[in-house]
Every structure is written in structure tokens, then in C-alpha cells.
């Protein structure tokens, strides 16, 4: 039994990571809230600080709210909501996530299924599955443009040409599928995994009791393993898409965001670094954290009910 003394011991040794973290995480933060009221060119001369390069000269700024910078408002907000781009590319953000959840979920489930079932060489089979998810995005992405959406020297255009079919232009025809297929890819085996280990912790007694009382395969699916698989099925669904909301790899890769997938963290990729107004790429990074927010409350009041069943 832990004593006051050793509590007060773990506290001191975890607070350095603690307070470590947090700096991780709200300093950043806490620059692009400031840096959305403020108006910042780097390009047209703009400077953070006119008192040297140090990072304490940096830090004095900082806390006093980098007042070499002159204060606009909300405007970088209006400007950027106001945007002809904003609204497509939350949309094309929302539609990217759907998609890949029902993939990912729908496949993850058969997926589990099929590798819970005793095959030979089954340890080797599921380390084949679980593989993609260890590459990294830039990684896969190259892989799929360049190996298999090449619409001359890509696997698919092979396989179109030998059917006798003309190569689809996977990226510019059919550009939003194919970022949604290769993210897909991606996230399935994550999906798999949590799935088979739900799977795997279900009583087999039940699915035995119900064979023998006459339940098919499709009854036993439906009135035991699925409702068994909502708790795994809603932590899918909440981690993937805290990930798949910020997705930008895969799209700077394989379209650059045109063709209709720019996404919101495109977007703001493309007014920080592209156009180099910082102040306008930062206030579209709050409008992100909003819209994270505003899905992941909406997933938790809708789905996380499983959490508590």
C-alpha cells in the first residue's frame, strides 16, 4: 500500500515529464491563438522580436504577446471563413474521414473474422496484415502513386491494358477515391488489430450455446459477436479520426490538393508556407482545433455510449 511519502516521491520524479509536456503542447498552442490576432508577413518584413535572434529574446516576446506585431482582430478569422476554399475543404476533410471509417470498420470486421479462424501459418499472416500500418505515410503514399495509380507504368494500368481497357488516371479522375483508398490501406490494419483482440476476448461458450440451438452464421454474427465488438468498433472510430482529420501526407504526395483534395489542414499549409501570411494560416489552425472538437464531442455523445454498456 502506497504511503504519503512515496506519493509525494512519484509526484516529484513525474513532474518533469509533466510539466515537460504540457510546454509540448500549449506553447505551440498558445502561439497560434496569438498569432491569429496578429498581422505576420515574414516576407514583407514582418519580425517577432527587434531585439535579437536568442531564443530569450524569443521567450520575452512571447510572453508579452509579440507586441512588435501589429494586432488585427478577428480578421484573419473572417478572412479566412470567408475564403471561396474554406468550406470545400472541410467538406472534402469530412468526407476523406467518413469514408475511410466505413472502410477501415466494415473491412477491419471481416478482417478480424477471417484471422480469428485456426489456419496454417496464421502468426506469419497476421504480422502480413499488421504490416502497412508500420510504413509511413509519405512512405505508402509514393508507393501507391508511383506503383500502382501510375496511369503508365502503374500495376493497375497493366491490369487495365491486359483486360483491354484504357488506364485510369487514378489521381486526377478519380482523385478523392483514390486518397480515400490509399489512406484506407493505411488504417486498416490498426482497425484489424483492435478488432481481432475484441474478438478474441469473446466467450466461446456463448457462440457454442447458440449453435446448438439452432443459430446460423449470419444470427450468431448479428446477435452475438457484433454487439460483442461495439465497445473495439467505437474506439476505432474515436482514435482514427482525432488522426484523420489532420491528414496531410498522403495528399501532399500524391495530388498536392488539387483536384478536389484539399483538405483544411492543406489549406492552412498552403496560407502559412505557400502564401507565407502566418497570421491567416493560424487562425485556420484554431477553425481545425474547433472542428476537431466539435466531431470528437459528436462521437462521443453518439458512439461513446458503447463505452458504458
Not at 488585427?72 to 468550406?87: A, I, K, Y
Not at 496454417?120 to 508511383?146: C, D, E
Not at 468498433?233 to 498536392?256: D, K, N, R
Amino acid at each position: 500500500m502506497a504511503t504519503k511519502a512515496s506519493r509525494s516521491a512519484a509526484r516529484i520524479m513525474m513532474a518533469p515529464a509533466v510539466v515537460l509536456l504540457l510546454g509540448w503542447m500549449l506553447i505551440p498552442l498558445s502561439l497560434t491563438v496569438i498569432f491569429s490576432f496578429k498581422k505576420f508577413l515574414p516576407l514583407r518584413g514582418d519580425r517577432i522580436t527587434d531585439r535579437g535572434e536568442g531564443f530569450g529574446d524569443f521567450m520575452w516576446e512571447y510572453v508579452r504577446g509579440f507586441p512588435t506585431l501589429d494586432w488585427v482582430g478577428f480578421e484573419n478569422f473572417s478572412r479566412f471563413v470567408g475564403s471561396s476554399s474554406f468550406w470545400p475543404s472541410v467538406w472534402t476533410t469530412l468526407v476523406i474521414v467518413g469514408g475511410v471509417l466505413a472502410i477501415t470498420v466494415v473491412l477491419g470486421i471481416l478482417l478480424s473474422l477471417l484471422l480469428d479462424q485456426p489456419m496454417w501459418g496464421q502468426g506469419v499472416v497476421r504480422i502480413l496484415v499488421i504490416a502497412p500500418f508500420f510504413v509511413m505515410p509519405t512512405v505508402s503514399a509514393l508507393v501507391w502513386k508511383n506503383m500502382f495509380m501510375d496511369p503508365v507504368n502503374g500495376l493497375f494500368a497493366h491490369l487495365w491494358r491486359f483486360f483491354g481497357a484504357e488506364p485510369v488516371a487514378w489521381l486526377s479522375e478519380a482523385s478523392m477515391g483514390s486518397i480515400v483508398m490509399i489512406v484506407s490501406w493505411q488504417w486498416l490494419p490498426f482497425a484489424t488489430l483492435i478488432l481481432l483482440t475484441a474478438i478474441q476476448s469473446l466467450d466461446s461458450e456463448q457462440l457454442e450455446a447458440a449453435e446448438m440451438d439452432g443459430a446460423g452464421p449470419l444470427q450468431r454474427f448479428g446477435h452475438i459477436i457484433l454487439p460483442h465488438l461495439g465497445r473495439a468498433i467505437t474506439i476505432v472510430i474515436l482514435i482514427q479520426t482525432i488522426f484523420l482529420l489532420s491528414i496531410f501526407a498522403e495528399i501532399f504526395v500524391t495530388t498536392g490538393g488539387a483536384f478536389g483534395t484539399r483538405t483544411l489542414t492543406y489549406l492552412i499549409f498552403q496560407r502559412v508556407l505557400e502564401s507565407q501570411n502566418v497570421g491567416l494560416g493560424s487562425a485556420g489552425g484554431v477553425y481545425a482545433i474547433i472542428l476537431a472538437n466539435i466531431v470528437a464531442i459528436f462521437l462521443m455523445r453518439i458512439v461513446g455510449k458503447n463505452l458504458d454498456a
